[in-house]
Each structure stands twice: as C-alpha cells, then as structure tokens.
C-alpha cells in the first residue's frame, strides 16, 4: 500500500527551503523542494523518508 508524503521544508529561522531532497530511505525515490519548499511523492507504507540540505556550506540530515 502506498500513501501521499507532502509537507513544507523549514530551516532554524523558519525560512523555506528550495532544492532540499527528500528521499525513501536506501532508493533513490524522492523528490526536491520547489521554490517555496513543498514536496509532495508517494511511498509504500513502513518506509523511512531522509531529508537533506545544504545551508552555509553544510549537509544536514534528518530522518522523518
């Protein structure tokens, strides 16, 4: 079964993030902020999505 992820991506000062990449966990599906931050894909349930982003030259990571 599959299911719609979407959100909005933040950084620290609430400002929108363009270009992050959220990926399932261990593929290469995923998607890429536009330029408000919305992402929206579709994933098989009991998967994990990672996002990653880089601000001041610096690779974030989180699990979701």
Same mark, same amino acid.
Not at 1 to 11: A, S
């Given at each position: 079964?599959?299911? #719609?992820?979407? $959100?909005?991506?933040?950084?620290?000062t609430?400002? +929108?993030?363009?270009? @992050?990449?959220?990926?399932?966990?261990?593929?290469?599906?995923? @998607? +890429?902020? !536009? #330029? !408000?931050?919305?992402?929206?894909?579709?994933? @098989? !349930? $009991?998967?994990?999505?990672?996002?990653?982003?880089?601000?001041? !030259?610096? @690779?974030?990571?989180?699990?979701?």
């Open positions: 079964q599959k299911r #719609m992820v979407q $959100g909005k991506v933040f950084d620290e609430g400002e +929108t993030v363009p270009g @992050a990449n959220i990926v399932v966990k261990g593929t290469v599906q995923g @998607a +890429t902020t !536009d #330029m !408000d931050g919305n992402f929206a894909f579709e994933v @098989a !349930d $009991g998967k994990y999505i990672t996002l990653s982003f880089h601000l001041s !030259d610096t @690779a974030r990571k989180k699990y979701v």
